[in-house]
């Protein structure tokens, strides 16, 4: 799928230095922006070198070089041809490199400036059809050192010295191994083939369904294929001393295929461990409806670092013990009642794998949903109040400094708050709405209407609205494109009178919140001027309910 996307350079406002100034003024948001380099938007933007050619299917086939750290591999490009063009970009990063390309039989021309490769066609191609170009590509791909974060290949040993071996590049983005569009605007519609090729003492596992092994001698081919939309960044090679195991799931769409790789030192830990993945199955299916691709199988497979939600082969490096390494991020205790990265991880095949942002500046409809999707596994396997305090207590690591949705078209991300203060908005929402039912049938629309969707924010924030049936809008504008959060200042002003306001709200922002009066609920409505609630009995105590993300503070 393809979205188009405009992109102003903020070079065009230098011209001026005191539009600059008022700029400044304005927001350091802009002065953020004005950082971004060419770079960035090209890779963060739909080029015109892009946006004519719809992908269809990746063809990639990696050979895996341990000793060496380096790789070898061919993708062919199956694209649809949306319009006339003759030049197309590829990404590949350096210190990769494009060996040839060619289109049935013949080799093309191509340049490479950076990290982009510009193939010039003689002629553009019919509208409409669809085509395919073959990319061999080799090299010595980048090296992750603190994988996930930084991204690229993992080359570990494991316990008894074997080659461990794992790809992961959120962010640094899937062409920092192998050639595509990288850009998440455009998946494949058909889905991936990916085949591995390995030191046969070893065993290459990828996204989907394993279809074949052959065995080539010294090294052995897995051919996995993945027959849905995936997302770039979710394609993964994973090389290890891998043991199987699995069971199938009767779920909400039929029987659903679980598998699991782990190494095989790690067999008992992981049949113990993996027991929460029926939970969260359970959970997730009952919360946002069913797995998005029973097509291609759920599978957890063991690597050398943290984790990430590759799609239908979710990655799993939490030394199989609960927290998140052991740790509770809420600091409520509710935190280590589950397995942070199987659970969290798992959550993102909804949140991320099926419901896709189309600009990374959106990439809150991953985390914050998936992040809340946490305490929804607590709310469905312990309790309601067991959900609340776990969210409740990951506030302590919001931060407020930057706000959750990035700047579009620079392959910019907002800030890391797009979890926690994504996971809290999303419950104080379900407040607002005060009913679970309609509640659940709201995260089971969403997952209905952007099932294997591409999407922006504004696009969720819409259904969101509609499905609630309350005017959203400043609500989503407050906490998702500002860094304030509401803050709610109140007095008792006489034995049976409460005043209340807002403070550090946009325009327009009026969120009901309860009240807890003698120990009864109670919703008052503030908005920016003060307001007297009258008559409400000789209070004796007053708070406000902690499940808003909201600050308060009694004035007197
Ligand atoms: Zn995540």
Known sequence: MNTIQKFKSPIQFRTSTILSLILILLTSFQLLAQDFTKEDELRGTVTEDRAWWDVQHYDLQVEIFPESKTIKGTNTITYK???????????????????????????????????????????????????????????????????????????????????????????????????????????????????ITAPSSLMGVGNGRLISEVDNGETKTWNWKVTQPINNYGVNVNVGDYTHFGYK?????????????????NLDKAKEQFNQVPLMLNAFEYWFGPYPFYEDSFKLVEVPYLGMEHQSSVTYGNK??????????????????????????????????????????????????????????????????????????????????????????MNNEGSSDMYYKGANILHTLRQLVEDDKKWRSILRSLNKEFYHKIVTSKQVEDLMSKETGIDLTAFWEQYLRTTMVPKLEYKQISFNEMSFRYIDIIEGFDMPVIAVINGKEQWIYPKAAWQTFENIGNIKSLVIKEDFYIEKEQVK
């Open 249 to 265: 799931q009767e779920g909400l769409n039929g029987m659903l295929d679980v598998d699991y790789y782990v190494l095989s030192y």
């Open 320 to 409: 199989y013990q609960n927290g998140y390494l052991g740790r509770d991020l809420s600091g409520s205790g509710w935190g280590l009642r589950f397995d942070f990265i199987i659970i969290h991880e798992a959550g993102h095949e909804w949140f991320a794998n099926s419901i896709t942002n189309s600009d990374v500046a959106d990439m809150w409809i991953h985390e914050g949903f998936t992040a809340y999707a946490e305490n929804l596994y607590l709310d469905y396997n312990f309790s309601k109040e067991a959900s609340s305090e776990y969210v409740i207590g990951t506030r302590r690591i919001i931060q407020n400094d930057r706000p959750l949705i990035g700047t579009y078209g």
């Open 81 to 195: 041809v949306l319009d006339e063009d003759k030049m197309m970009r590829i990404d590949l990063q350096a210190p990769m490199v494009i060996n040839k390309i060619t289109q049935k039989g013949k080799k093309l021309k191509f340049k490479t400036k950076g990290n982009f490769h510009y193939i010039k066609f003689k002629k553009a191609a019919m509208i409409g059809t669809e085509q395919s170009i073959t990319i061999e590509f080799s090299g010595v791909p980048k090296e992750a050192i603190r994988a996930p974060w930084d991204g690229g290949f993992s080359w570990k040993k494991d316990d008894n010295g074997n080659h461990f071996i794992a790809t992961a590049n959120q962010g640094i983005g899937a062409s920092v191994w192998w050639p595509c569009k990288d850009h998440p605007s455009d998946e494949p519609d058909k889905g991936v083939d990916l085949a």
